[in-house]
């Protein structure tokens, strides 16, 4: 029988044919999966279509983004070692690299969130890795990514790039010169904020070393995410698309509201790196922030936030669902937005001018 879609492999045992293809396996001769942490076929799947669309040699899934990345850095990193990270990463990932690495002694520099070519004044002789997310979290500035490539290139450094905004439709890591591009597949792959799961796909320069890490430590995805998120692939373009029009509709509509002091969008033409985007990126996803002006005091940014009734107010994005977050963000070197609220929009699959019509009425009641 056969079936559009493949078939669900929840397995722990895998059963060879006969005595000699275990001792086949035994080996490590064996060319299929022997165990249930060996990449069942609905995890190689999906690893085949992430790594087609991002142009690698190698995809492998782990239990989540966040998982994805902090095994992405002990995957290359040794005693001894140092490394750059922009200063705009997701939070989980600059706490690993802040609170985790230095036990291992693995000296960690953040770097500024617009960094370019003046990477170099930063590289120190035992500099393994850089670690980007463009644009990054929150604040969504985007580094200028084949001035980095390029000088890591020439000094043997690892590059990494947390892709999991632009997807790998609208950004495409590893043709920049990158050796690895991180997907948080929660997010925008997945589709439907059902489920978590990381992507890491590798060019054929670091891949080896790559994936005798991976199987090593016996990573695995859940058989069930695999599926339901192969299924996210299939509509991926599609719900990109939608997320961007009306992402860029609300956008707009909200830098010509009286309120707000500033959008940070790279699609927006008011965004500092916006030529860098338009260089590198095919389009932009549904997320974004914007600030109030000064005049608006928290408690009034407040009560926006729980009047609204399109947007709900969590964590995570990505899915059809619009939400909201609120909070200062800013670190060490982001300081323009010291102290400051930003407010950031996931924009999901709902009427983009029924979104707008909820924001215009929230915003309404506020009280300067
Ligand atoms: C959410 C997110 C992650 C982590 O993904 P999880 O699957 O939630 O662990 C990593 N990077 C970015 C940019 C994210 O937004």
Known sequence: MATV????????????????DMLDANRGNYKGA?????????????????????????????????????HTLMAFLESGDHIL??????????RFCH??????NIDVDFVLPTVGSDI????????????????????FEIQDIPAITGIAKSKDIVTVLDDTWATPLFLKPLDLGVDLSIQSVTKYIAGHSDLLMGAVTVNQARAEEFERYYQWMEIYANADDCYTALRGIKTLLVRLNQHQASGLKVAHWLESQREVERVIYPALSSHPQHHLWKRDFKGASGLFAFLFKPEYAEQEIIHFVNRLKLFDIGYSW????????????????????????????????EDAEDLIVDLARAMGQMQA
């Open 34 to 70: 022997v165990y249930g942490t060996d990449r069942l076929p609905g995890q190689r799947a999906l690893e085949e279509a992430i790594c087609e669309l991002e142009n690698g040699a190698l995809c492998r899934l782990f239990q989540s983004g966040i998982s994805a990345i902090s």
């Open 318 to 349: 990505g899915g059809y669902k619009s939400l909201i977050t609120v909070g200062q963000f800013s670190r060490s070197h982001s300081s323009d937005y010291a102290g400051k609220t930003i407010l950031r929009l996931n924009i999901g699959l």
């Open 99 to 104: 609170r985790i690495l230095p036990r291992y």
């Open 120 to 139: 170099e004044r930063y590289i120190k002789p035992n500099t393994r890795l850089i670690f980007l997310e463009s644009p990054g979290s929150n604040t």
């Open 85 to 94: 990270v922009c200063d705009n990463v997701y939070g989980p990932t600059a």
């Open 5 to 20: 879609n493949p078939p669900i492999y929840r397995a722990s045992t895998v059963v060879f044919e006969c005595a000699e």
